[in-house]
T-cell receptor, first 115, second 114 residues
Framework: AQKITQTQPGMFVQEKEAVTLDCTYD???????LFWYKQPSSGEMIFLIY??????QNATEGRYSLNFQKARKSANLVISASQLGDSAMYFC????????????FGKGNQVVVIP | SAVISQKPSRDICQRGTSLTIQCQVD?????MFWYRQQPGQSLTLIAT?????????ESGFVIDKFPISRPNLTFSTLTVSNMSPEDSSIYLC???????????FGPGTRLTVL
């Protein structure tokens, strides 16, 4: 069964600083995808970044990068140069390609960016 | 990326009533999903909406409580039946091909049951 762990408590980060959100996962599948989503207070789920298990390079999308350490089964999200609009919940998710092929979510990390 | 819309965006309902949520995607998609997010919680998959066949429900969710329709490749509805305050949640529609495909979400429907 898939399991995604996000254990950090709510985080405060200074504007323009970088923040790292931890995510570890557990799977026996060799082929899987890792996702990060942002959920502001409005409730919408905004896709940020994707990393495939066979991708050799860490994924990057603008200010977002994913620090993928396959042997440690971790997929940490790094947000560089934080902005006030980055204040939100951040969810890590995984989909096993040959497992149940369904996206499963961690419990989320709350980030508050302070000026 | 697919653009997904949901209606209504929010609603306040009385217990015992039902609400139907609509989800529209701007392109044909293979798989559509319905998720529930209870207050302060993460997302839980309710079911996969299959075009031309019955929805596939996850453990703990049943068709009588959450009937789903998928009449074509761009549209689906979720009905929350015989509502109770415990059904107060954000309901999110999602699309994705599975495998290594990216998965996008609609803006959600914020439901409050009194």
């Amino acid at each position: 069964a898939q399991k995604i762990t996000q254990t950090q408590p709510g985080m405060f980060v200074q504007e323009k600083e970088a923040v790292t959100l931890d995510c570890t996962y557990d799977t026996s599948d060799q082929s899987y995808g890792l996702f990060w989503y942002k959920q502001p207070s409005s409730g919408e789920m905004i896709f940020l970044i994707y990393q495939g298990s066979y991708d050799e390079q860490n994924a990057t999308e603008g200010r977002y990068s994913l620090n993928f350490q396959k042997a440690r089964k971790s997929a940490n999200l790094v947000i560089s140069a934080s902005q006030l609009g980055d204040s939100a919940m951040y969810f890590c998710a995984m989909r096993e390609v040959y497992g149940n092929n369904r996206l499963a979510f961690g419990k989320g990390n709350q980030v508050v960016v302070i000026p | 990326s697919a653009v997904i819309s949901q209606k209504p965006s929010r609603d306040i309902c009385q217990r015992g009533t039902s609400l139907t949520i609509q989800c529209q995607v701007d392109s044909q998609v293979t798989m559509m999903f319905w998720y529930r997010q209870q207050p302060g919680q993460s997302l839980t998959l309710i079911a996969t909406a299959n075009q031309g066949s019955e929805a596939t429900y996850e453990s703990g969710f049943v068709i009588d409580k959450f009937p789903i329709s998928r009449p074509n490749l761009t549209f689906s509805t979720l009905t929350v039946s015989n509502m109770s305050p415990e059904d107060s949640s954000i309901y999110l529609c999602s699309e994705g091909g599975g495998g290594t495909d990216t998965q996008y979400f609609g803006p959600g429907t914020r439901l409050t049951v009194l």
